[in-house]
């Protein structure tokens, strides 16, 4: 089976922004969710609701889960409120409470018309980053899904560790 490769697309309305994660969701895309969030948060527009549609993702790595870890993060500490995740793919969703992401988003698992019928526009700016820079991004995305439970922290510790000696 071929994968369908990752895309992002976003639309705000009104005071509800949709971020949508159609396909192969992996740390390629890092750039690309981090801007999307720095995008979103950064316009100053206060929202009422964040909705993250996963509904057509076939994968999401664990760099791409600290992304939106450290998207729901930012939105409970300057808005007040849990960002949801809508996820209609059993074992995604599965990932994500393997996680923990249950502490820090509100999780459905069933159609939700607002994610429906946002029109969402794919965000794709260019993959800048250098070595480096994605090896830092890697990091950070670790650190907050280590920060969310035990589990997670035995689980990433080692990778982190190693990317850390080696940075």
Do not use: W
């Not at 089976?1 to 192969?24: E, R």
């Not at 969710?33 to 979103?40: H, L, P, R, S």
């Not at 950070?140 to 997670?152: D, F, G, S």
């Amino acid at each position: 089976m071929n994968s369908i490769p990752g895309k992002i697309l976003v639309a705000t309305q009104d005071d509800i922004c949709v971020i949508k994660l159609v396909g192969d969701i992996r740390v390629t895309l890092c750039s690309s969710i981090d801007k999307t969030i720095e995008k979103i948060l950064g316009s100053g527009k206060p929202f009422r609701d964040v909705f993250i549609n996963v509904m057509e993702a076939e994968t999401i790595d664990s760099t791409s889960l600290g992304l939106l870890a450290k998207l729901s993060i930012h939105v409970k500490k300057h808005y007040g409120f849990r960002p949801t995740i809508v996820s209609t793919n059993p074992s995604i969703t599965k990932l994500l409470n393997a996680v923990g992401f249950s502490q820090i988003f509100n999780i459905l698992t069933s159609l939700d018309e607002k994610c429906l019928n946002a029109r969402c526009q794919e965000f794709n700016p260019s993959n800048d980053l250098s070595e480096e820079q994605l090896k830092e991004k890697v990091i950070e995305a670790h650190r907050v899904l280590m920060a969310l439970n035990r589990e997670n922290q035995e689980t990433f510790q080692e990778l982190v560790s190693n990317l850390e000696k080696n940075h």
